[in-house]
């Protein structure tokens, strides 16, 4: 009977994630702010309805694949060519800034080590946990928004894939330091030719689906074969290039973006995400939140923590927002929307942890930068945009 309790998990979390996405919109927050709060409550921190399983991870990870396949379906091709080289250099401060904040804090609590000493690696490692960006809860704010195709959106978007990528090779260099079987030059050789390939191969799936776009206008085969495209280039990343699945969704949407029928393969997939796998994912990071056996010393770290990741990201990334001639406002809302922390910031964890560069206890705060930045993010991005929406009435 055991194998048919994930029925009853799926349909607790649909239930409250549902209900609490439709309190959180009455109370004007995006609904996936419920969504989270729904999954702490049923999770093991509050009323232990629902427990982490193998199995709602890996339905959260088809979640947060469906929503960065549809990000990339939904962005404009142009946009995020002419914003290349800016969101190149915001995700450069999005990565350094986070990463010297993240040690300097850890040294503050515990004192500076030497350079090459496993103290000084472990703070550098903190700060490796802070570079991580999750855009996929920013994605889903600004699509509610209907702002996710203008050019802060397709800004944010392209930052925080170049920014997935930059943090992956500084986790695999600072891993290589401690663990001298990695190699950190081939993650960097990997990377770029992973990027040659999607270029090559997706220049040549673009005209196949192109043309069958053409020839079979508006049916289900189309958005069939999107979805295997997508599930295939996840795949590919994750497998053969280590690269995070969540950047080979979003290139296969990107391949795709261009074709007549991209808005009708994106509406099926939302469907998907709506329905099901969306729910799943944004309560999954309620779920993974315990607050047992936090002492002091730890409670006040993760405050900090929290405080220095969030603040380093908007300074780090607003600045140079700033500097490459956006206003101050659309400044604000880029280094917002890149503050957020997910899926990623797990991974880069459970690496340290593999290597013995994270100590088990710190796994708190950065469940605890998750929940916070979670929540915050989509509702500092709503009252931003709130107001640029007034300002635009009070000058009509």
């Given at each position: ?14 239930v ?125 704010s ?41 190699n ?7 990377t ?44 590919v ?26 808005e ?8 998907n995400?709506y329905?099901l ?10 779920l ?37 001639r ?35 206890v710190?796994?708190?705060a ?15 991005m ?15």
């Open positions: 009977m055991e194998s048919f309790e994930l029925f009853k998990d799926l349909a607790i979390i649909v409250f994630a549902k209900v609490f996405g439709i309190i959180a919109r009455k109370l004007k927050a995006p609904q996936v702010v419920g969504e989270i709060i729904a999954g702490l409550l049923i999770g093991p921190s509050v009323l232990g309805l629902v427990q982490q399983t193998d199995f709602l991870m890996q339905m959260a990870e088809i979640g947060v694949v469906l929503l960065m396949f549809s990000a990339g379906l939904e962005t404009n091709i142009k946009d995020l060519l002419k914003t290349g080289p800016i969101a190149l250099l915001i995700a450069c401060a999005g990565v350094f800034v986070p990463l010297v904040g993240g040690a300097l804090l850890y040294m503050g609590f515990y004192g500076v080590s030497p350079w090459g000493s496993e103290e000084f690696f472990k703070a550098v490692f903190i700060g490796v946990i802070m570079t991580a960006t999750s855009v996929s809860i920013t994605v889903e600004l699509k509610e928004l209907g702002k996710l195709k203008g050019k802060v959106g397709t800004t944010i978007l392209s930052a925080a894939i170049i920014d997935d990528v930059i943090g992956i090779i500084v986790l695999t260099f600072v891993i290589g330091f401690k663990n001298p079987d990695s950190p030059g081939k993650v960097v050789i990997s770029i030719l992973f990027f040659i390939l999607a270029l090559v191969v997706g220049y040549i799936l673009y005209k196949v689906f192109k043309y069958l776009d053409n020839r079979y206008p508006h049916t289900r085969r189309i958005p069939i074969l999107s979805l295997a495209l997508c599930f295939a280039m996840a795949y990343a994750e497998v053969y290039f280590g690269i995070a699945d969540i950047t080979g969704a979003y290139v296969a949407g990107i391949i795709l973006c261009s074709i007549r029928d991209s009708y393969i994106a509406e099926k997939m939302d469907i995400s329905m796998f969306g729910p799943v994912f944004f309560a999954s990071i309620g993974k939140t315990s607050i047992d056996n936090v002492g002091l010393e730890i409670l006040l770290f993760s405050i900090g923590f929290v405080l220095v990741a969030l603040v380093c990201k908007i300074i780090g990334c607003g600045l140079v927002a700033k500097l490459c956006f206003s101050g406002a659309d400044s604000l809302k880029i280094g917002v929307g890149m503050m957020t922390r997910g899926e990623v910031a797990l991974i880069v964890s459970q690496k340290g942890l593999a290597v013995g560069l994270l100590s088990p710190y796994f708190t950065v469940i605890l930068l998750i929940i916070v930045s979670s929540i915050s993010t989509p509702i500092i709503k009252i931003l945009y709130a107001k640029d929406d007034q300002k635009q009435l009070e000058n009509a």
